[in-house]
DNA sequence: CAAAAATATGCAATCGATTGAAATAAGTGC
DNA sequence: GCACTTATTTCAATCGATTGCATATTTTTG
């Protein structure tokens, strides 16, 4: 109640408790060697003068800053802004677990318009570590900073050869795995949308191009460079649909957003989802339980993703070297295919 | 090429270049008083060995951290995750306006257990200043803390005799847009969807209940509870619209999330909108021109939104007081009422 | 009961950049 | 060439917590 003076750093408890600043020190952080007792009274005298130590100078002395940076690179994207779910989706359960862990999470979107913008996120000192959610088109730039700066883990593709960490599904496979299905339930002409720019999307789409070769319809996939970003897809789907070629029987799409483009697309133009042409999405976001029809998709584990991604940063924090991991995407057929 | 020794410190370039550390200091930050001839040397000096101040060190001797907390409060949700796309344009938008001004954005989840949460926060030191996204049912928790922390602006509804600064849509007049819009369209019986518990929920379902007042309407409104979380507000909407009362013919659903929800039940039960329903949500997200049919809804100029948040933030970190903002909401008739 | 061992606390250097005041160098007027 | 500004640069204290080492206090033990 009797406020005299702020307690404002540990000195001002030291002075207090009748210790030095160094017995405070130890007394809050619980490292061993102080008695019981003055432990218990010093943590008291803070709590009655809510005195918590200051993060910055500790930080500075300890030479880490309990925090992570999570970056978003739009490397192939002009569109200006983050507003695809799946990115809030990874966003809250990296969240989860670095809060955790102990970390903060430090939220940075990138636009990269020179090679330096990931070097200078790491020198900035402002971080322990860092993932990227995505490599966009800037695998070179991830491979060139990592080999230089551990703590570095990336969600998406892996391709042979990269030096960097990454986590993700297996896109081949799951390109594979959305095309054979569509394959299966009897279309011929498919159409893949998505701009290929990207790592992941990339690897979607040659997934797709060998389940079609294997089914010996390599000439009919269409290749539709769609955007990412919702508005910026829905006139790349328009244009394709309306084009006036032969229209495609299936549709695969690089992620669910694109599919939801498409879906409003076709109604549009009085297309029926499954009956005139098959749908089916990537991602597996809780969104495509709200599409009409519900929307079949290819499935990433991202619960399992962000626990991976957080765990392969801690260790490489603490120095260890890690390999990247491959997860299996999972076929959900819903009502679109 | 030369790397004799990395430069890690101001000393160590101060030694290199043959001038003091604070002379260093002073060259690299632009404070005026170095000759442009040695500030030129040392800028290059800096270059040429990479070297970037460190800024935890910078940090504890300014006494600012340079982030900005962004926390999105979840009180009265039961769900685990942030699955509302809301949040991504909002964080979006304010990752922009941040960054753009020179802070981190430092993010955080929070699921307020007791009533400290916040205080934790703002006593951590992390941060210079915090945004709140939402009040959640955590008026009071708001109201107390911005009694004595000022560089505090929250995303959200405004009460009468609140303390916290906010900023957010007219939730009142946008209920009572939403009503009366579909009242216009010959609407009797009105459903609302969404759980009043957070403040800016209540407000939106007050401005309906007026609409239907003043339309001689107020005992033809059901209130349903749904959640914010789309997975979980899809069964309190089922369970309202088979449960055998009469049917509503225009919907309000408090989040174009919840109305994408009742979109799809509606669709599950055979009810075309908005031919048998009418329905309209609320945020304006991009998603809701993806839905089919395209869905009608109150919008929230969250760019403005942002922008203003961080405005009024920077103007109480400087010391300013301020005023809450209340902007006004925007009908978007769209194809679903 | 003294010596040895164990435990608790204090002391002071350190992390690295910033900044007010003091010192030095350069420039100007007469 | 001297006194006097003015422009540069250096010095040293500071931000606040941590921690290796030294010292003081207790406890144990022979």
């Given at each position: 109640?009797?406020?005299?003076?702020?307690?404002?750093?540990?000195?001002?408890?030291?002075?207090?408790?009748?210790?030095?600043?160094?017995?405070?020190?130890?007394?809050?952080?619980?490292?061993?060697?102080?008695?019981?007792?003055?432990?218990?009274?010093?943590?008291?005298?803070?709590?009655?003068?809510d005195?918590?130590?200051?993060?910055m100078?500790?930080?500075?002395?300890?030479?880490?800053?309990?925090?992570?940076?999570v970056?978003?690179?739009?490397?192939?994207?002009?569109?200006?802004?983050?507003?695809?779910?799946?990115?809030?989706?990874?966003?809250?359960?990296?969240?989860d677990?670095?809060?955790?862990?102990?970390?903060?999470?430090?939220?940075?979107?990138?636009?990269p318009?020179?090679?330096?913008?990931?070097?200078?996120?790491?020198?900035?000192?402002?971080?322990?570590?860092?993932?990227v959610?995505?490599?966009?088109?800037?695998?070179?730039?991830?491979?060139?900073?990592?080999?230089?700066?551990?703590?570095?883990?990336?969600?998406?593709?892996?391709?042979?050869?990269?030096?960097?960490?990454s986590?993700?599904?297996?896109?081949?496979?799951?390109?594979?795995?959305?095309?054979?299905?569509?394959?299966?339930?009897?279309?011929?002409?498919?159409?893949?949308?998505?701009?290929?720019?990207?790592?992941?999307?990339?690897?979607?789409?040659?997934?797709?191009?060998?389940?079609?070769?294997?089914?010996?319809?390599?000439?009919?996939?269409?290749?539709?460079?769609?955007?990412?970003?919702?508005?910026?897809?829905?006139?790349?789907?328009?244009?394709?649909?309306?084009?006036?070629?032969?229209?495609?029987?299936?549709?695969?799409?690089?992620?669910?957003?694109?599919?939801?483009?498409?879906?409003r697309?076709?109604?549009?133009?009085?297309?029926?989802?499954p009956?005139?042409?098959?749908?089916?999405?990537?991602?597996?976001?809780?969104?495509?339980?709200l599409?009409?029809?519900?929307?079949?998709?290819?499935?990433?584990?991202l619960?399992?993703?962000?626990?991976?991604?957080?765990?392969?940063?801690?260790?490489?924090i603490?120095?260890?070297?890690?390999?990247?991991?491959?997860?299996?995407?999972e076929?959900?057929?819903?009502?679109?295919?």
């Amino acid at each position: 109640m009797t406020e005299k003076q702020r307690v404002k750093n540990i000195s001002d408890l030291a002075r207090i408790a009748g210790v030095s600043p160094g017995t405070v020190s130890r007394a809050l952080s619980d490292t061993g060697l102080i008695s019981q007792k003055t432990r218990d009274r010093i943590k008291a005298l803070a709590r009655e003068h809510d005195f918590r130590p200051n993060i910055m100078a500790r930080n500075l002395r300890i030479q880490r800053t309990g925090a992570i940076g999570v970056v978003i690179p739009l490397g192939h994207e002009t569109g200006q802004h983050i507003s695809d779910p799946f990115f809030i989706t990874m966003l809250g359960l990296l969240a989860d677990e670095l809060t955790e862990r102990g970390y903060d999470l430090m939220l940075s979107r990138v636009i990269p318009t020179d090679g330096d913008w990931l070097d200078r996120f790491v020198d900035s000192g402002r971080v322990d570590g860092l993932i990227v959610i995505g490599q966009s088109d800037q695998s070179a730039t991830l491979d060139r900073v990592a080999a230089r700066y551990r703590p570095l883990v990336v969600w998406g593709g892996h391709s042979a050869g990269q030096v960097h960490c990454s986590v993700g599904s297996d896109n081949f496979a799951g390109g594979d795995i959305a095309a054979t299905h569509l394959i299966e339930r009897g279309c011929k002409r498919i159409a893949f949308f998505g701009d290929s720019r990207a790592l992941e999307i990339d690897q979607r789409l040659e997934g797709c191009k060998a389940a079609m070769a294997r089914a010996g319809l390599s000439d009919q996939l269409s290749v539709v460079p769609a955007h990412l970003v919702a508005e910026a897809a829905h006139p790349d789907i328009a244009d394709f649909l309306t084009s006036g070629g032969a229209r495609p029987q299936g549709i695969v799409a690089a992620s669910d957003v694109i599919a939801m483009s498409a879906l409003r697309v076709l109604a549009e133009i009085g297309l029926s989802v499954p009956d005139d042409v098959r749908l089916i999405g990537y991602d597996g976001l809780a969104l495509g339980e709200l599409t009409v029809p519900r929307l079949s998709t290819i499935k990433q584990d991202l619960t399992k993703g962000a626990h991976a991604l957080v765990n392969l940063l801690l260790r490489r924090i603490a120095g260890e070297d890690t390999d990247s991991l491959v997860m299996p995407p999972e076929l959900v057929v819903r009502l679109s295919s």
